[in-house]
């Protein structure tokens, strides 16, 4: 089994930034692709970034160039530097790690921006 473990949540001002951190562990071979997800109350949960394991990212509309996904495949880590956040940006984020035929998601990390 893979055990994926979020960190870095907090409480933050509008604006300001905030870098989550996600490591997987366990029985890991070869990790695919991860991705950064996002839940709010009462909202379904939302893509927000993903990256494969040959460093190539993508992410959702709503980022508008404020986020940056990055991976340290050595240490199975995936990274979400999020920049000029912005209230509506408060969620609970949960890190997706992607391994064979199987993906496994954290327990997430809460953020909370202040206006």
């Known amino acids: 089994q893979v055990q994926v473990v979020e960190s870095g949540g907090g409480l933050v001002q509008a604006g300001g930034s905030l870098r989550l951190s996600c490591a997987a562990s366990g029985r890991i071979s070869s990790i695919n692709a991860m991705g950064w997800y996002r839940q709010a109350p009462g909202k379904q949960r939302e893509l927000v970034a993903t990256i494969t394991r040959g460093h190539m990212s993508s992410y959702a509309d709503f980022v508008e160039g404020r986020f940056i996904i990055s991976r340290d495949n050595a240490k199975n880590t995936v990274y979400l530097q999020m920049n000029s956040l912005k209230p509506e940006d408060t969620a609970v984020y949960y890190c997706?790690?992607?391994?064979?035929?199987?993906?496994?998601w954290g327990q997430g990390t809460q953020v909370t921006v202040s206006a």
């Open positions: 997706n790690v992607f391994q064979g035929w199987d993906n496994y």
